[in-house]
């Protein structure tokens, strides 16, 4: 069974493009190695990113939002540490 994505984020915060955009990134580097990108709507300043339960990134916990490569290398060490990810890994 390949990997879920969800990205939970705050629509009140106007966190939405951030989510998109970082789904969008998600998709773009790990593509069919991925079952599932979720979008989860949430309120109260939620933006955390989890894979299969796992919390990747958590702006509570982290106190800020991911950068694209950040949240690749996160991704990456969690499904396929063994896996290049190029320029992101610079």
């Known amino acids: 069974m390949k990997p ?6 705050c629509t009140a915060c106007r966190f939405t493009l951030r989510a998109g955009w970082l789904a969008q990134e998600l998709l773009f580097t790990f593509g069919e190695d991925l079952g ?4 989860v709507p949430s309120t109260g300043g939620v933006f955390e990113v989890r894979c299969d339960d796992v919390t990747l ?11 694209a490569k950040e949240l690749k290398q996160r ?14 890994d610079r």
């Open 4 to 9: 879920r994505v969800e990205i939970e984020f």
């Open 36 to 39: 599932e990108v979720a979008l």
């Open 57 to 67: 990134w958590s702006r509570k916990i982290e106190g800020r939002h991911p950068d």
């Open 75 to 88: 991704l990456r060490d969690h499904i396929d540490p063994g896996r290049s990810l190029g320029h992101s």
